[in-house]
Nanobody
Framework: VQLVESGGDLVQPGGSLRLSCIAS????????MGWYRQAPGKECDLIAS????????YYADSVKDRFTISRDNVKNTVALQMNDLKPEDTAVYFC?????????GGRGTQVTVSS
């Protein structure tokens, strides 16, 4: 099983980034996928998820109306479009299967929002 995140960067407040995650080694289209983030000294938090059929989505209040999660079950990818980024969005971002543990155990991708 592999989940490889990419797209993180240093961006100014108000900027945008698009994170991508490529999955392999499991039946991707059968799993609800989520994006999580973990800032230094803080817990791993679920910020967005999407069900297998790419229909129903969930967003944490902190990112609602700014972030959009999407998936491609042919390419086995899940993406997170992040707009109007704020300094408090600074964290390492991870993609993971929602119903399995260790959501922030991968390599992740660093997002830093700073002027």
């Amino acid at each position: 099983v592999q989940l490889v995140e990419s797209g993180g960067d240093l961006v100014q407040p108000g900027g945008s980034l698009r994170l991508s995650c490529i999955a392999s080694g499991f039946a991707f289209s059968s799993f609800t996928m989520g994006w999580y983030r973990q800032a230094p000294g803080k817990e791993c938090d679920l910020i967005a998820s999407i069900v297998p059929t790419a229909g129903r989505t969930y967003y944490a209040d902190s990112v609602k109306d700014r972030f959009t999660i999407s998936r491609d079950n042919v390419k086995n990818t899940v993406a997170l479009q992040m707009n109007d980024l704020k300094p408090e969005d600074t964290a390492v971002y991870f993609c993971a299967r929602v119903l399995l543990p260790n959501h922030c155990g991968g390599r992740g991708t660093q997002v830093t929002v700073s002027s």
